[in-house]
């Protein structure tokens, strides 16, 4: 009504159009996205080989080479585009009210297109299953009512938390749950060096999710001593997954986070003697549970015998030397598939026991120059995205995930590391406001205030009509004019 006031007033002004809000997903769609990410948390590449899915292998039928939980997500977006008839329609509102997530999508469908010219079906995907498959889940997720972002949280939180359980316990004895399986090889257990993998599909990955799981939990604002000891299980977990990358960045970021409360507690006078003393509680408690854990039990015993520059690390700063041995054309279009274990081979790297673990790189070594520049710019434009959705801490989140990220083969192979982080961040900007205290009365609206009723003396006063008397003519009282 003001905007068409204004132009009243004003034809000159400009026409002011408000935003198109698409509608909510249906609650059949919203389902379908949970129960997809409930599936990247509790099936991995790992049950699916020992259920006779070459999921994660080459060869076989290109079909079986997705995900699942992909195909859930994909039906979980047909199911909103087709609720109101017109899918294509839908899909074109959707995009212009969500344009980072579009960028995305158009921009892996493009990579995808450009991958099956020059690496084939493997590496498409590949791409399907560690990059587009998190737009897809987006376009479903991203307009979500709060109460189903709570929702989501709690199912995640509860599934993270089920994936640590798991791990402390294969560390503590020693036996896996599922076994692992690096391309066609299983490892069986003893190991070496023993690492929980719960029900992912590597312990790095078990590593970055357990990572999620602590900011996410900051996220919920749950009872103080349920998050203090919620944190304190998660870091055993991250103990047992043995992922050290995920270890030093998250602990970095909580020490970073608290010291930045502190600092702007005290700059604003609002620090206290029981916050203090809670933080360094909190601290020295953290502290002493990584001290029994390493010294009383083996649940760290890959930390403690591997915390130097081992083969694994020695692999992040050899893949660097790739980029020397390409020639003119495939730093332009590519590696081919066939002559890429050649050029691995040559720096000293041996598939699939070690190979390019920076996701960017084997991006830029697959696709070259020209599809890498697309790949980078929808890569950009989801992280814009999530980062203009996530409150605090799920920003910390998505800084510490992605780092971590580029230290392993996390996203480089078939991950779902980008989709569950999307999921993730969404479930935390549910708690992103303070809900109301259980029992609180919720704040009443401000009485709205009656027109200003013009005096009498401003209105001529007029002569009864034949048959009324002042008091048969109630609006005679207030001043107003006499209707006919």
Same mark, same amino acid.
């Given at each position: 009504m003001t905007n068409a006031l204004s132009r009243h007033l004003n034809p000159l002004a400009p026409r002011i159009s408000p935003a198109y809000a698409p509608p909510p997903p249906p609650r059949l769609s919203v389902a379908l996205a949970m129960l997809s990410l409930a599936m990247q948390l509790t099936i991995s590449a790992n049950l699916l080989m020992i259920m006779g899915i070459h999921y994660n292998i080459p060869g076989g039928s290109p079909i079986v080479k997705i995900n699942p939980a992909t195909y859930v997500a994909f039906l979980a977006l047909t199911v909103r585009l087709f609720e109101g008839g017109d899918p294509f329609g839908a899909l074109l509102r959707l995009f212009a009210a969500n344009r980072l997530i579009a960028i995305f999508v158009i921009a892996f469908v493009l990579c995808i297109g450009y991958s099956l010219v020059t690496i084939g079906v493997t590496g498409s995907a590949s791409l399907i299953?560690?990059?587009?498959?998190?737009?897809? /889940?987006? =376009?479903?997720?991203?307009?979500?009512?709060?109460?189903?972002?709570?929702?989501?949280? #709690?199912? %995640?939180?509860? /599934?993270?938390? /089920?994936?640590v359980t798991i791990a402390v316990g294969e560390s503590l004895t020693r036996h896996l749950l599922i076994g692992l399986y690096v391309g066609v090889y299983q490892y069986k257990a003893p190991f070496p060096v023993f690492r929980g993998v719960a029900l992912y599909d590597h312990p790095l990955t078990g590593a970055m999710m357990t990572s999620m799981a602590m900011f996410l939990l900051l996220q919920m604002r749950l009872r103080p001593l349920?998050?203090?000891?919620?944190?304190g299980w998660c870091l055993v977990g991250l103990l047992a997954f043995g992922g050290r990358a995920a270890l030093v960045a998250t602990v970095a970021a909580m020490l970073a986070?608290?010291?930045?409360?502190?600092?702007?507690?005290? #700059?604003?006078?609002?620090?206290t003697a029981l916050r203090l003393l809670s933080v360094i509680g909190g601290l020295l408690l953290a502290i002493g549970i990584a001290w029994l854990v390493i010294t009383q039990t083996s649940i760290a015993d890959r930390l403690v015998t591997q915390d130097y520059v081992d083969s694994s690390a020695k692999v992040r700063i050899t893949e660097w030397l790739i980029p020397k041995l390409m020639n003119f054309r495939?730093? %332009?279009?590519?590696?081919?598939?066939?002559? /890429?274990?050649?050029?691995?081979?040559?720096?000293?790297?041996?598939?699939?026991?070690?190979?390019?673990?920076?996701?960017?790189?084997?991006? #830029?070594?697959?696709?070259?120059v020209v599809g890498f520049t697309v790949y980078l710019v929808g890569f950009l434009a989801l992280m814009a995205d999530l980062w203009r959705r996530s409150a605090l801490y799920g920003r910390? %989140?998505?800084? @510490? @995930?992605?780092?971590?990220?580029?230290?392993?083969?996390?996203?480089?192979?078939?991950?779902?590391?980008? *989709?569950? =982080?999307?999921?993730? =961040?969404?479930?935390?900007?549910? *708690?992103?406001?303070?809900?109301?205290?259980?029992?609180a009365a919720s704040p009443m609206p401000a009485p709205l205030r009656a027109p200003p009723v013009p005096s009498a003396a401003l209105i001529p006063a007029a002569p009864p009509r034949r048959g009324l008397t002042p008091?048969?003519?109630?609006?005679?009282?207030f001043g107003l004019p006499s209707q006919r």
């Open positions: 299953d560690s990059y587009l498959s998190a737009g897809i /889940l987006m =376009l479903v997720l991203c307009d979500i009512s709060m109460a189903q972002r709570r929702v989501l949280g #709690f199912i %995640m939180a509860s /599934l993270y938390i /089920l994936n349920v998050t203090a000891a919620l944190l986070l608290g010291a930045w409360s502190l600092i702007a507690e005290l #700059f604003h006078r609002r620090l495939e730093v %332009m279009l590519g590696v081919e598939v066939d002559r /890429l274990p050649y050029i691995e081979y040559q720096v000293g790297l041996v598939p699939p026991f070690s190979g390019i673990e920076n996701f960017a790189l084997l991006a #830029f070594i697959n696709l070259g910390v %989140m998505l800084v @510490v @995930v992605i780092s971590v990220a580029s230290t392993s083969n996390s996203l480089g192979a078939k991950s779902n590391i980008l *989709f569950v =982080l999307a999921g993730a =961040l969404v479930a935390a900007s549910g *708690f992103a406001s303070r809900r109301p205290a259980r029992g008091l048969a003519a109630p609006h005679r009282k």
